[in-house]
């Protein structure tokens, strides 16, 4: 609601300005020029995003999304000790931090909300537990073997190599996500009581 409101307040500024100024015309080709160009974005970047969903489906038929969630439940138990023991929450978070490895945050997204449903049944008082918390801090500092989007918004705007941004994805991601998880198990120490 709060972007709505920002968005409609540009938009009111930019065609006051640009009647006080004469430049109405420079405003109205600026944001038909805007739209066709976002147009053309989503179009490609849906493309892209059709490519890597059928590859996560496809890893999901051979098996190979199962065998990453269960490479991954020993050390998420670790991660999530309160919810260790609630089966759905666990596969939903292997699989909500499968689909971020391979850069699904799309994918992704129910996943994550999922899992939160199942580890709040345990919050009370409408305060998150420290099992919550680390779930978004992983899912929000997600480590990226294939960052998809990222490479389809980069393929959209005519990169002639959408994927040489990897290395310098995996070492970002991996350091994010270390810090993050670092930061809540020391905040969970002095403030978890």
Do not use: H
Not at 6 to 30: C, E, H, P, R, Y
Not at 32 to 50: E, F, H, M, R
Not at 151 to 160: K, N, P, Q, V
């Amino acid at each position: 609601m709060a972007l709505a409101w920002i968005w409609t307040i540009m938009v009111a500024f930019s065609v006051v300005f640009g009647l006080l100024s004469g430049n109405i015309d420079a405003v109205g080709k600026a944001a038909l020029d805007g739209a066709g160009a976002a147009v053309k974005l989503c179009i490609g970047i849906c493309g892209v995003t059709c490519l890597w969903t059928g590859v996560m489906e496809v890893m999901r038929r051979s098996g190979l999304a199962g065998g990453l969630k269960t490479l991954f439940l020993p050390l998420l138990r670790r991660l999530f000790p309160d919810s260790s023991n609630n089966k759905d929450a666990m596969e939903a978070v292997s699989a909500n931090v499968s689909a971020n490895l391979l850069g699904l945050g799309n994918a992704a997204t129910p996943l994550g909300i999922k899992a939160a449903t199942e580890m709040a049944r345990k919050a009370e008082g409408g305060v998150a537990t420290d099992d919550l918390c680390m779930l978004v801090v992983i899912n929000t500092a997600s480590i990226q073997l294939i960052p998809a989007t990222v490479a389809a918004l980069r393929a959209a705007a005519g990169s002639a190599k959408p994927f040489d941004i990897l290395p310098a994805v995996w070492v970002s991601s991996v350091c994010s996500v270390a810090a993050g998880i670092i930061a809540a198990k020391i905040l969970k120490r002095f403030w978890g009581k």
